[in-house]
Antibody
Framework: QVQLVESGGGVVQPGRSLRLSCAAS????????LHWVRQAPGKGLEWVAG????????NHVDSVKGRFTISRDNSKSTLYLEMKSLRAEDTAVYYC??????????????WGQGTLVTVSS | QSALTQPASVSGSPGQSITISCTGT?????????VSWYQHHPGKAPKLMIY???KRPSRVSDRFSGSKSGNTASLTISGLQAEDEADYYC??????????FGGGTQLTVL
């Protein structure tokens, strides 16, 4: 079955960097677009970034542009989110989510259980 | 891009039907048939319940249905069961080539 397992979360000081990973199994990883979605404490979901099946195109929400970068390594079936210049408002559970096709997919058919990032001094 | 508007909470008794609304704008819900709905039990992975406004993944019960009129989409759950108690989020693709979610609706089964 499809499994997406996020890792790399933790407590980090404002202004520092962190890299999240999402390891996939049960799918032909290189055949699907992927996304990161986050949920701040007590808030709703927020789409953060998406990437096509081959990494040739990526997109980020304005609030993280220039600070976060989505990438993937198809040889390792792993999705990444490189986060720099972290702010308190980036504190959230970060979910990895799969597109149903090679593109961005317009919906997210499978999700991981998330990894918590806390930005605090 | 503002979040889509959902009621904060809805409730119903077992066996009843409930509907959750999701109001957006002409830049998101009103522009595309790319509205999806997610069930989220806290601490677990969100689950896709409805996509493309009214399509249902094969693994999802036919008690769940979706529709759209203008800038407002709706999720209806019929024959409420205790296991349906969860948070529900709508989501729409937008003309800015990003996705926007609703604030979430907490469903309580009385």
């Amino acid at each position: 079955q499809v499994q997406l397992v996020e890792s790399g979360g933790g407590v980090v000081q404002p202004g520092r960097s962190l890299r999240l990973s999402c390891a996939a199994s049960g799918i032909s990883f290189s055949s699907y677009g992927l996304h990161w979605v986050r949920q701040a404490p007590g808030k709703g979901l927020e789409w953060v970034a998406g990437i096509l099946y081959d990494g040739s195109n990526k997109n980020h929400v304005d609030s993280v542009k220039g600070r976060f970068t989505i990438s993937r390594d198809n040889s390792k079936s792993t999705l990444y989110l490189e986060m720099k210049s972290l702010r308190a408002e980036d504190t959230a559970v970060y979910y990895c989510a799969k597109s149903p096709n090679r593109g961005y997919g317009y919906n997210f058919d499978y999700w991981g259980q998330g990894t918590l990032v806390t930005v605090s001094s | 891009q503002s979040a889509l508007t959902q009621p904060a909470s809805v409730s119903g008794s077992p066996g009843q039907s409930i509907t959750i609304s999701c109001t957006g704008t002409s830049s998101d819900v009103g522009s595309y048939y790319y509205v999806s709905w997610y069930q989220h039990h806290p601490g677990k992975a969100p689950k896709l319940m409805i996509y493309d406004v009214s399509k249902r993944p094969s693994r999802v019960s036919d008690r769940f249905s979706g529709s759209k009129s203008g800038n407002t989409a709706s999720l209806t759950i019929s024959g409420l069961q205790a296991e349906d108690e969860a948070d529900y989020y709508c989501c729409s693709y937008t003309t800015s080539n990003i996705w926007v979610f609703g604030g979430g609706t907490q469903l309580t089964v009385l």
